[in-house]
């Protein structure tokens, strides 16, 4: 299956792309989060992703903000893919509440150099690494760029959060860790270590994010942490880490990931979700980026394609309005923009980029008259049909000004079309939808057989 390495939609404004998650308006109350295959690690996006893992995260979390809704109330309103998920819009909180059940990782590191103090938490001497503590402890850190390490006092003293509001965080990250400890104990899998990560809604604390995934989480085979700590195979991406930090020692550390590498860590992850869940992911032969879009519009989220129609100025508005008239009826979705080739050119470049990059099927229209470079600028920066209709407006000023839209050199491939409803016709045809060319067989049909009838009348 081919990797879901970003998501783009002319129809949702996009709030935030980060190392892995997507996140788009729905409305005021809510966004769509979208987990991408994208794997981070060392504080950087690795140039391969990882088949499938943007499904295990988002199923995974699904699951466990579920599983836990009685402990602490969440932002997840449904999922609607296995990679997708509408959540309630929350004011983060700019911490992450990191829980430690075990020494293992970076904190091993720094206490096998000599560190004891961790955000504020002195650890005993004489501990091995991979070792349980013995009670969970929690690592606070900023949330950032580089999360940086950060102790309760230091919370209450740089203003992110109030004395009252970390208690409830913290309160909060010990019982999801106990609740995940219990349930993952009975199917042989250990929680070492994981983050969480917390919104407010209407002055209420709220679990965003993601919830025991692997990649928040360290989470270790059972029976192979009895018979050795120390070679643990893990089903997280740790062993991404591992990998990476093997290839440095013998150079630059490398930025993507070898064929064999990415097939074991997506086998590790699916495996994770089938142990957790107890359920395979779910398999159509659709590609994610397919199976998403369809699933959106499903939902009604989106529409399954879309018109844009370029206007050269405000002037232009009363024929691209015509144009999006005779489009609406049609169930697609209908942009108006305003740019100028001429004016302020330099933004065709820009715009086309919230375009080109659609997963679902799209179409522009271009409406500028007198010299009509608007058309030929839009198809030489879109990967999707353009066609001009400029607004000509009697026979003398389309005799004058055709060629402007008729005459465009090699590879700026823009259609010319006069009529509003024509151009609205061609540009439903250019979508290429099943649904659509359905609906215009109809209409083919039903032209056919009034014209049929109207001769037979007038012959009697």
Not at 140 to 167: C, F, H, N
Not at 308 to 331: K, N, Q
Request: proline share 5%.
């Amino acid at each position: 299956m081919t990797a879901l390495k970003r998501f783009s939609t002319p129809q949702l404004r996009k709030l935030h792309s980060g190392k892995v998650r997507e996140s788009f308006r729905i409305d005021a109350a809510r966004r769509l989060g979208v987990v991408t295959d994208r794997i981070s690690a060392f504080d950087r996006v690795l140039d391969t992703a990882i088949p499938r893992k943007g499904d295990v995260l988002n199923s995974l979390s699904d699951f466990w903000f579920s599983a836990t809704r009685e402990i602490q109330e969440n932002h997840v309103v449904e999922a609607v893919d296995p990679c997708a998920t509408v959540v309630r819009e929350a004011q983060p909180v700019r911490i992450e509440v990191v829980v430690r059940g075990f020494i293992t990782g970076s904190m091993w590191r720094q206490y096998a150099k000599g560190k004891r103090v961790f955000s504020g938490v002195e650890l005993p001497e004489g501990l091995r690494q991979n070792q349980r503590l013995l009670a969970p402890v929690l690592t606070p850190t900023t949330k950032g760029e580089v999360d940086l390490e950060v102790s309760p006092r230091e919370i209450v003293e740089q203003g992110l959060a109030s004395q009252e509001r970390w208690d409830e965080m913290a309160a909060a990250g010990l019982a999801l860790f106990s609740a995940g400890t219990k349930l993952l104990e009975p199917k042989g899998l250990l929680l070492a270590d994981t983050k969480y990560e917390f919104g407010t809604v209407d002055g209420r604390l709220v679990l965003i994010d993601e919830l025991h995934t692997p990649d928040s989480s360290r989470l270790w085979l059972a029976q192979q942490h009895e018979r050795d700590p120390l070679s643990i195979d893990s089903l997280d991406k740790e062993y991404v880490r591992a990998w990476l930090r093997k290839e440095a020692e013998k150079g630059p550390m490398p930025t993507s990931l070898p064929r064999h590498v990415v097939d074991e860590t997506s086998r590790r992850y699916c495996e994770l979700h089938r142990r957790v869940t107890g359920q395979e992911l779910p398999e159509d032969g659709r590609s994610a980026g397919e199976r998403l879009c369809a699933n959106l519009v499903r939902r009604g989220l989106i529409r399954d394609g879309y018109v844009v129609v370029f206007m050269g100025s405000r002037a232009d508005l009363d024929h691209a309005r015509a144009i999006a008239d005779y489009l609406r009826p049609y169930e697609v979705a209908v942009d108006l923009r305003v740019v100028s080739a001429h004016k302020n050119g330099e933004r065709i470049t820009d715009m086309a980029g919230e375009y080109n990059g659609s997963f679902e099927p799209g179409a522009a229209i271009a409406v500028a008259g007198l010299s009509n470079g608007l058309g030929g600028a839009l198809a030489a920066n879109l990967n999707v049909p353009v066609i001009s209709c400029p607004p000509l407006k009697d026979p003398a000023d389309v005799l004058l000004n055709i060629g402007s839209s008729l005459m465009m050199p090699g590879k700026v491939p823009a259609a010319t079309v006069l009529r509003p409803d024509n151009a609205a016709q061609a540009a439903l045809r250019c979508l290429n939808l099943l649904r659509l060319r359905e609906r215009l067989s109809h209409e083919i049909e039903d032209t056919k057989r009034a014209l049929l009838a109207a001769d037979m009348e007038l012959r009697g």
